[in-house]
């Protein structure tokens, strides 16, 4: 398997130049990764918005994805896409090429070369590509596209969304019981809608748990790879009381976990399972996965039912949950677990419903 490893940065009428020269010099082999999300009948007919739908291919699929500026390794976010790649290369057969955009400028220039390369699917990781892609979408119109988190309302575009408030509002809940201060921390990175629904869902659940507790007012770093400032940032909600600060903030997110470590406190992960980041001092993560609806992306291309659209991972469909609590599960206990449990059929039968913005949260209070 072929994988070109490219981080690109020329225009795109250079573009093709880069990714064959490039493509002479490295190659990457793939291992595997996941299962795929369960959907009900309704959740399957639901995704198609504007109606496309691709054909079967005639060979291997050719899919290339362009992860947002955290990158591989991140333990979050990215990884989680790349590990649905992953299962989709082994169990699909399908050929993989990747690249990293180290800043924002580059996300067009590596969305078209994707496309220029023959990619029958291109994957953008992360809502930051969404200005690109709806370009790039617009110059290929025969290639399909699929965004992780953003909104390109295009007739090739696939949008992949989830209720990441109602997974937040779990840990929240977890963070709520757990408490000895009576006072827990929020940290983003940047300040978007997107994470507000992280921090809104997560506040929630603390009050829901425990009415009396404090969630001290959320730092943003303003970035998803500075692991310095975000281990900064969590020192100074430790500083002032918190004994459980939660993250969204991508690979700068680790920074939280080793400050946890350090003070021998909780921090929450999120995205991927980062519960073994630090045995014992991570509570618990917000798992999103991301890693499922990327297969089942790739997985609709294969059986040519691909369709643009948004397609939404909830609780009810397995989008969104808790991690396995490997190292916590007894220090959590069964009865705050039971209550979990319960929660989450609520939320998924919509008899609680979770808010995702600040307007949402201050009508719960």
Request: charged share 25%.
């Amino acid at each position: 398997m072929i994988l070109p490893m490219r981080t690109l940065t020329t225009a795109r009428p250079w573009a093709t130049w880069a990714l064959s020269s490039l493509l002479a010099l490295t190659t990457v082999g793939l291992l595997a990764g996941c299962n795929p999300p369960a959907k009900t009948p309704e959740e399957t007919d639901k995704p198609s918005t504007t109606g496309t739908t691709g054909e079967k291919p005639t060979g291997k699929l050719k899919v290339g994805i362009v992860f947002d500026s955290g990158g591989l390794g991140d333990k979050s976010f990215n990884d989680s896409a790349w590990r649905g790649i992953q299962k989709a290369e082994t169990d699909l057969g399908i050929t993989v090429s990747k690249v990293e955009s180290k800043e924002e400028k580059d996300y067009e220039t590596n969305l078209a070369a994707m496309a220029d390369d023959g990619n029958d699917l291109v994957i953008a990781v992360g809502l930051n590509q969404g200005k690109a892609l709806e370009k790039v979408a617009g110059d290929y119109p025969n290639v399909k596209f699929a965004i992780v988190d953003g909104f390109v309302d295009a007739p090739n575009v696939r949008m992949l969304h989830f209720n990441e408030e109602e997974g937040s509002y779990l840990v929240g809940y977890i963070a709520g019981k757990m408490t000895k201060t009576g006072k827990v921390g929020f940290i983003g990175g940047q300040e978007l809608d997107l994470i507000k629904k992280f921090q809104y869902g997560y506040a929630a659940g603390v009050n829901a748990a425990n009415p009396s507790a404090v969630v001290l007012p959320a730092k943003y770093t303003g970035s998803w790879d500075n692991i310095d400032d975000a281990k900064i940032a969590a020192n100074v909600l430790y500083d002032s009381g918190a004994d459980i600060v939660y993250h969204a903030a991508g690979r700068a997110g680790l920074g939280v976990i080793r400050a946890a470590k350090d003070r021998k406190l909780f921090a929450i992960g999120v995205d991927s399972d980062q519960d073994g980041e630090a045995p014992g001092n991570v509570l618990t993560s917000m798992i999103k996965n991301v890693d499922e609806a990327v297969y089942a992306t790739i997985k609709d291309c294969v059986d040519g039912k691909f369709s643009s659209g948004e397609i939404k991972y909830d609780i009810a469909h397995k989008g969104v949950g808790i991690s396995k609590l490997e190292f916590t599960r007894e220090v959590i206990g069964p009865d705050v677990l039971a209550e979990i449990e319960a929660i989450k059929q609520k939320i998924a039968e919509g008899e609680l419903k979770v808010p995702a913005t600040e307007a949402e949260y201050k009508a719960t209070k």
